[in-house]
């Protein structure tokens, strides 16, 4: 309810590969919320409180433009596959 699936594919394979988090996965609302955060500039430490609004805003931003280039690179892809078949 929080999240599509596109956008939990998107924010996993990103914390994956470019933040080091090898095992993130997004099961819960609070995956989700951190992983943005992290988008954001949060650095999750312990001693660390929970991520304010304009971290979470930040985070939502960029999740934004990730999950769009996804998209257009999977729009792109198609329509070459596509044409290399005619």
């Not at 999740?63 to 290399?84: F, K, M, P, R, T």
Request: one cysteine or more.
């Amino acid at each position: 309810l929080v999240s599509t699936a596109t956008e939990r594919k998107v924010l996993s394979g990103f914390l994956k590969s470019k933040k080091k988090e090898k095992n993130w996965k997004v099961k819960t609302i609070k995956d989700f919320v951190v992983g943005v955060a992290k988008l954001g500039g949060y650095p999750g430490r312990k001693c660390d409180g929970p991520p304010g609004t304009k971290t979470l805003w930040l985070g939502l931003r960029r999740l934004d433009d990730l999950v769009n280039g996804y998209l257009l690179a999977l729009e792109i892809q198609h329509s070459s596959e596509v044409q290399e078949m005619s």
